[in-house]
């Protein structure tokens, strides 16, 4: 059973930095095509970042381009979000999510495995 379980969120202010981390088990994590989402109260599911299938080229949405950073350690099966700069239209809660096909990186539609969230808040 794949399971994805993200950390690391919490509360920041304005200007601030965080890293929100996701380990994945019960998959090969080299193999799995990763990316990050947001959901904002009241708002859609949004992609944030993502990997694309070969896992060297990375996507950005164009609000957090230039501030958000994503990464992977494939020895610890694990994918990070390092998102400094932040403001407080980034509160929201960050889901890590994995596809298992050569589909759009940027449509949530295309992952198969989602994790439960962590909440991020910025604020003063």
């Known amino acids: 059973q794949v399971q994805l379980v993200e950390s690391g969120g919490g509360l920041v202010q304005p200007g601030g930095s965080l890293k929100v981390s996701c380990t994945v088990s019960?998959?090969?994590?080299?193999?799995?095509?990763m990316s990050w989402f947001r959901q904002a109260p009241g708002k859609e599911r949004e992609f944030v970042s993502g990997?694309?299938?070969?896992?060297?080229?990375?996507y950005y949405a164009d609000s957090v381009k230039g501030r958000f950073t994503i990464s992977r350690d494939n020895a610890k099966n694990t994918l990070y979000l390092q998102m400094n700069s932040l403001k407080s239209e980034d509160t929201a809660v960050y889901y890590c999510?994995?596809?298992?096909?050569?589909?759009?990186?940027?449509?949530?539609?295309?992952?198969?495995?989602w994790g439960q969230g962590t909440q991020v808040t910025v604020s003063s």
């Open positions: 999510a994995a596809r298992t096909s050569r589909r759009t990186v940027y449509s949530g539609n295309s992952y198969d495995y």
């Open positions: 019960g998959r090969t994590f080299s193999s799995t095509a």
């Open positions: 990997f694309g299938w070969t896992g060297i080229d990375s």
